[in-house]
C-alpha cells in the first residue's frame, strides 16, 4: 500500500508518502518531508492499493493535529469544522477560551494561550484564569507582528474584555491580555469599558484601549 498524507485536499504536495506491506503504519518523523514533526494543524490522508496490473485509489479523509498549549483563533477562517488548531481555528475569541478551558479538564495550573489572528471581533470576552490571549497573529502562517496584524476586539454593549475575582494574584503571570486593540463602547452620550476587572488581576500588557 501506498500511504500519503498531505496539507492538502488535492495531495498537491505531500508531507508523507510511505509504502508499506501491512495493515497498519504508525508514524515515523523521520519518514516525513519537509517537516520534523506534524504542526498543528488538519491534514489528508489517503490508501493507493497496488497491485501487479493496478492501482486502486481510496477517498481522503481528514484528521487533526492539535497543541498541547495552544488554541487558534481567526475570524476569518473559511474551515468547515472548528477545532482550534491552526488549519480549523475557532472563529470568536471566547469559543477559543473555552475549548482551552476544555482542554485542560479545567484544571487552572495548566497553563495556555490563545493566539488570536488579526480581524475585528464584536464579542464580549470573559477571562479563565490561567488563559492568556494573545494578538497580533497572521491567520495562515501564524506569524506574530502586533503592528502590521491587528486583532480587534469590540465591545457589543458596554464591555470588551471582563475579568472577575477568580482571577487572583496567583494566577496573574498566566492570565494575560496581550497585543490586541480593545474597543469599548464609550461617547459623549454612552458609557462603556473597554476591560472591566471586579477583584481581577490579570497582566495587561502592549495593547491600545480605545473608547
Keep these: 500500500y501506498l500511504l500519503e498524507v498531505s496539507t492538502s485536499s488535492t495531495f498537491s504536495t505531500t508531507v508523507l508518502s510511505q509504502t508499506v506491506t501491512e495493515s497498519s503504519y504508525t508514524l515515523v518523523n523521520n519518514d516525513l518531508s519537509g517537516m520534523s514533526a506534524l504542526d498543528a494543524s488538519s491534514y489528508y490522508w489517503r490508501v493507493t492499493a497496488i497491485y501487479t496490473d493496478q492501482k486502486v485509489v481510496s477517498g481522503s479523509f481528514v484528521f487533526h493535529v492539535l497543541d498541547d498549549y495552544i488554541v487558534y483563533v481567526n475570524g476569518s477562517s473559511t474551515a468547515t469544522g472548528q477545532v482550534g488548531n491552526k488549519g480549523a481555528p475557532y472563529k470568536t475569541v471566547q469559543a477559543g477560551i473555552e475549548a482551552a478551558n476544555n482542554r485542560r479538564s479545567g484544571v487552572l495550573a495548566t497553563v495556555m494561550d490563545v493566539y488570536v489572528a488579526s480581524g475585528a471581533y464584536t464579542e464580549e470576552v470573559s ?85
Design 127 to 211: 477571562l479563565r484564569p490561567g488563559i492568556s490571549i494573545r494578538g497580533g497573529f497572521e491567520g495562515s502562517g501564524w506569524t506574530r507582528n502586533v503592528n502590521n496584524n491587528l486583532a480587534t476586539i469590540s465591545a457589543p454593549t458596554d464591555v470588551a474584555v471582563r475579568g472577575n475575582s477568580a482571577i487572583t494574584s496567583t494566577y496573574t503571570a498566566t492570565t494575560v491580555v496581550d497585543g490586541l486593540v480593545i474597543q469599548g463602547r464609550g461617547t459623549t452620550n454612552f458609557t462603556g469599558y473597554g476591560i472591566y476587572l471586579s477583584d481581577a488581576s490579570p497582566l495587561i500588557i502592549n495593547n491600545s484601549i480605545n473608547g
